[in-house]
């Protein structure tokens, strides 16, 4: 009886929990008709997206998630046209889940189709928009929205448009845009200003960390003595050594700022964004990042033909004034090009990817900052360069270690390729015996075990050599256990997705534990990750653990789903949490995004939401709003054979302790039937 009591007090605590009890709708689409000719028009379609939530863009690549789309029905007397247009610029990002570079819109969107009429008179225009919105923390499976618009044969500029579920018609303005929308525009900028600044930020300060690298190089830091000994002159003239200090600093940060517009223009800013996905781009940057490594590895020089600083130095001695500082600035560029060259590349080749039409600058303007603001200082107060060390063969390994490091951030765009194409070439494990290898190498160097073509006898170890080798090394031992399944959280984003490691012992101790389970013939039953077996339906996973006498686990899951997917990769890549998995309950996975058609029979209108129900995935979708009054992903439940809740559900949460807990707490809830 007490325990009746405590499973009732259970689901009303579910039903009537905030956090879990909810069924979300994080996006208002509206729909509407522009007539731009008498024999065209284009069906809109405005979406509103709250705080927080980001729809996907309509070009993914394949195996990602689910795009956003509109869908035409087709008609004897009408036809879609053309691509299909999205605005504003989807944001891009790397997506760890998906280990692939994705769009997505934030505040708004807007879709856009031309439709070609085949007949005048009047039509109505049928379709839907199919979609998929995630958080931070969780995914909502793929929703469709239908719509129909009314399209009057005389009429040209006010068309009626039929909102689905009840909302009112939108008023059009001149032009086509919905009247409540008038100001989409508006926000639609203000969201892409509000999802760029970090990014912009990021590339900035990696710019700005790449151009202090720079200062230590052996063609940068021998420049200090050449810009004392040009300022020399302004010893005595505070005011001038001010003003000529400035524009010297100025002249440095044009000079990168103005080869970042220059990228920038060249490619636009369709191109910059299509570079994040494109196999071809990557695999220049990836072959760009090697030649650059070569170069710092001492396997040739990069220089500017001598002629040209040679012809600016003159210049700046022979010119006074302003003119002479500048043109010092641009020999200072020139000069040290050898070795700030590969880094520049690298730089423009990260900022590039970010999409951005303004991200090549923006990193142009962080890197020459940082060269800028010490030859600034240094052409205000030359005879500070007395506390400074002297030039030696510690440049030269600077310029070294920064090549391993080069060549070890090139994977990460061989393996974009690898991904998008799927070619299997740079499987997890491959990808990370590379990086032991180059790591290990890059710490013998610091030791001086091993040498380059222009490195001095290193007679004795500094303690910051010792330092960064002993940190070199012990990365080193952090790596290798990913060659056997560890996630290797620290560096998961720059690492292929854990589902092509080929050989995991999370998988084999999986799979070792569940063999004994006795599989109903025909069942629903895939192997899922780390091995373990779990049914994708429903009531064949309830009878099963009836008969085996364990508690279910119910995952309402999405093969699109990325929080899903980190959840996996890292919190049931615990032991403990695979071990009861395997061991103590019965696991049944609902994939929502699911689109194996159901048979004509099966297909039903849901009591709840009101929409069709057409595949496996909107029946299992349907299920858990209707049951569990909740429609985001991951959701996870523990359920007694009553299907009963052992204990709260739980959604994102990464805390591996606190889920150890709850799945505890469940077990220990569990009483199996005698």
């Known amino acids: 009886m007490r325990k009746k009591q405590i499973s009732l007090w259970l689901m009303l605590l579910v039903a009537l929990s905030p956090s879990y009890a909810q069924v979300l709708e994080p996006v208002k689409w509206s729909f509407s008709l522009n007539r731009i000719s008498e024999t065209q028009v284009e069906v809109i379609a405005d979406a509103t997206i709250d705080n927080k ?7 993914i690549p394949d195996g990602g998630p689910i795009p956003t789309s509109l869908h035409i029905e087709a008609s004897d007397t009408y036809e879609a046209i053309g691509e299909l247009r999205q605005t504003p610029e989807p944001k891009p990002f790397f997506d760890e889940a998906f280990q692939m570079e994705l769009g997505y819109f934030s505040k708004s969107a807007r879709l856009t189709q031309t439709i070609e009429l085949k007949q005048s008179g009047s039509h109505i225009i049928r379709g839907y928009v199919e979609f998929m919105v995630c958080d931070d923390s969780r995914c909502l499976p793929p929703d469709q929205v239908e719509f129909e618009l009314s399209l009057a044969g005389s009429e040209s500029a006010e068309l009626a448009a039929a909102i689905p579920e009840g909302e009112a018609d939108s008023a059009l303005l001149p032009g086509g845009v919905a009247g409540n929308d008038a100001t989409s525009v508006i926000s639609a900028n203000e969201a892409i200003d509000s999802t760029e600044d970090k990014g912009y930020w990021a590339i900035f300060w990696l710019s700005f960390l790449g151009g202090l690298a ?26 001038k050594a001010l003003r000529d200090g400035f524009f010297y600093g100025l002249t440095i940060i044009f000079a ?73 600035g641009l020999t200072f560029v020139l000069v040290s090009f050898s ?7 690298t730089l423009l080749v990260e900022a590039a990817v970010g999409g951005s039409m303004f991200s090549p600058a923006i990193g142009m303007l962080g890197f020459g900052l940082a060269l800028a603001i010490p030859f600034t200082l240094f052409a205000i107060f030359p005879t500070a360069m007395k506390s400074l060390p002297k030039s030696g063969g510690w440049m030269n390994a600077v310029k070294v270690v920064l090549g391993f490091i080069v060549l070890a951030f090139s994977l990460k765009f061989l393996s974009i390729a690898d991904s998008v194409m799927g070619w299997g070439i740079l499987d997890r494990e491959v990808f990370i015996a590379i990086w032991i290898a180059l790591f290990f190498l890059m710490g013998l160097y610091l030791i001086g075990k091993i040498k380059f073509a222009h490195d001095s006898a290193l007679t004795q170890l500094s303690v910051g050599r010792l330092g960064l080798a002993i940190a070199t090394f012990a990365f080193v ?97 615990d032991s403990r949490i ?28 849901s ?35 009553d299907e009963k809740p052992l204990n709260a559900p739980r959604g994102y949460n990464p805390d591996v302790e606190a889920y150890v807990k709850w799945m505890q707490e469940g077990k220990a809830s569990f009483t199996s039937p005698q």
């Open 607 to 641: 009591e709840v939401t009101g929409k069709r129900i057409r595949t496996v995935g909107n029946k299992w979708s349907d299920f858990q709003i209707s049951r569990y009054q909740n429609n985001s992903q991951p959701y996870y439940l523990l359920l007694d054979h």
């Open 578 to 605: 695979t071990t009861m998995l395997a061991e103590d309950f019965i696991i049944i996975s609902l994939y929502v995004d699911d689109r194996s058609p159901l048979p004509e029979s099966g297909r039903y209108v």
């Open 477 to 573: 031992v952090y790596l290798i256990p990913g060659l056997w399944g560890a996630p290797l959280k620290a560096v998961s984003s720059f690492l292929p997705s854990i589902t092509t490691q080929d050989f995991n012992l999370n998988e084999n101790r999986g799979g070792t534990l569940q063999t004994s389970i006795n599989l109903p013939q025909g069942a629903s039953v895939v192997a899922g990750p780390y091995g373990l077996m779990k049914y994708t339906d429903y009531r064949e996973g309830l009878s099963a653990a009836r008969e085996a006498g364990k508690p279910v686990f119910l995952d309402f899951t999405g093969l699109a789903c990325a929080n899903c997917k980190k959840m996996i990769n890292n919190v049931w890549s």
């Open 53 to 59: 939530w980001h729809l996907y863009s309509t070009t």
């Open 214 to 239: 720079a200062l230590l190089t052996p063609c940068v830091f021998p420049m200090i003595p050449l810009t004392v000994s040009f300022f020399l002159r302004n010893a005595d003239n505070r005011r």
């Open 256 to 328: 990168y700022v103005f080869l970042g517009l220059l990228i920038a223009i060249i490619f636009g800013a369709n191109a910059l964004n299509n570079m994040a996905t494109s196999p071809v781009f990557n695999i220049i940057f990836f072959a760009l990042l090697v030649f650059f490594a070569a170069s710092f590895l001492g396997a040739f020089e990069l220089t500017m033909p001598s002629k040209w600083s040679n012809k600016l130095d003159s210049k700046a001695d022979s010119t006074g004034g302003v003119l002479g500082v500048i043109l010092m």
């Open 339 to 345: 070795c700030t060259g590969p880094i520049v590349g």
